[in-house]
Nanobody, 127 residues
Framework: QVQLVESGGGSVQAGGTLTLSCTAS?????????????MAWFRQAPGKEERERVA????????EYRESVQGRFTIFKNNTKNMVILQMNSLRPEDTDMYYC???????????????WGQGTQVTVDS
């Protein structure tokens, strides 16, 4: 059974830093361990149905970022620990959301394309 478990959320003052981690387990054919999956971070505001993609990293290490976080957020993988990490610097109040880890074969932009999801971790940035 595939599981994505996020951690690292919390509250921080504007301008601060948080690091989110997503640990993956249970992929049936070890594609993740062999770097064959893409991993993404999405966020969702309260009351909104749509989740917006914040960052994604493909199996070859190629990264993609939402324009509003470009230069502030960094996504990278720790293959030894089956983990994908989102380093968030210079946080702004508008970054406040629930953040979700997701995985699929490619770095899709829309949420419906992703097969696997974590339960989410809350990020709150105070002004």
């Amino acid at each position: 059974q595939v599981q994505l478990v996020e951690s690292g959320g919390g509250s921080v003052q504007a301008g601060g830093t948080l690091t989110l981690s997503c640990t993956a387990s249970g992929f049936p054919d070890k594609r993740y361990l062999n770097n064959k999956l893409s991993m993404a971070w999405f966020r969702q505001a309260p009351g909104k149905e749509e989740r917006e993609r914040v960052a994604c990293i493909e199996d070859d290490g190629t990264t993609e970022y939402r324009e509003s976080v470009q230069g502030r957020f960094t996504i990278f993988k720790n293959n030894t620990k089956n983990m994908v990490i989102l380093q968030m610097n210079s946080l702004r109040p508008e970054d406040t959301d629930m953040y979700y880890c997701a995985s699929d074969a490619l770095c899709w932009i829309i949420q419906d394309k992703y097969k696997y999801w974590g339960q989410g971790t809350q990020v709150t940035v105070d002004s």
